[in-house]
């Protein structure tokens, strides 16, 4: 499970919260590793168990009281070994094409129906991915790793290439689908 090192990861750039890794989380990666609120505090709980961060209590800048995780030399290490290894690992478990797979069983109107829905699902990831590449060079800076960019972007990339792919295929899909129709 990669959650852990993705946090890491992030602390080894700046110290934050636990909302903030959330925020960055969401803005950065989510496209090829999201998680739940409820899993990074978990997960905070476990590295700070294990010595790879530890956290302390500081007033809010405009609210409440806030927890600040930092890395510890353990934690570098940790990920640093971590980041040695090979990880050739793609998770590729779709549901929608095990569904798309035996849609024969239904009309083809409602397979339309879903494309057409599929096709903007994957025109607002593909937006979302744009939003992520404007903010690339506000994180990095915040992180003050303006070097960095380099493996932001081909990590992006890759998420712009899978996406433009999708939209790409349920075009064609619909499209073969209104030839059907005709």
Do not use: C
Request: glycine content about 4%; overall charge positive; aromatic content about 14%.
């Amino acid at each position: 499970m990669s959650l852990p090192y993705a946090l890491l990861g992030f602390l080894n750039y700046i110290p934050m919260a636990g909302y903030d890794l959330k925020k960055i989380l969401n803005d950065s990666i989510k496209f090829f590793w999201s998680a739940q609120t409820s899993q990074i505090y978990r997960e905070l709980k476990a590295l700070e168990h294990e010595g790879y961060i530890v956290s302390e209590v500081k007033p809010g800048e405009k609210g409440p009281d806030k927890r600040i995780y930092s890395i510890t030399e353990s934690g570098i290490s940790h990920l640093k070994n971590w980041i040695s290894e090979v990880h050739t690992n793609e998770n590729i478990r779709n549901e929608f094409m095990v569904w798309l797979l035996f849609s024969s069983q239904i009309d083809s109107g409602e397979l339309y129906v879903e494309m057409k829905k599929k096709l903007k699902e994957y025109q607002k990831e593909y937006q979302s991915l744009k939003f992520v590449e404007n903010r690339i060079r506000d994180y990095l800076q915040r992180f003050r790793k303006e070097g960095e960019d380099f493996y932001w972007k081909i990590v992006l990339k890759r998420g712009l290439y899978d996406v433009e792919a999708k939209i790409k295929w349920a075009e064609d899909i619909i499209s073969s689908l209104e030839l059907k129709k005709s």
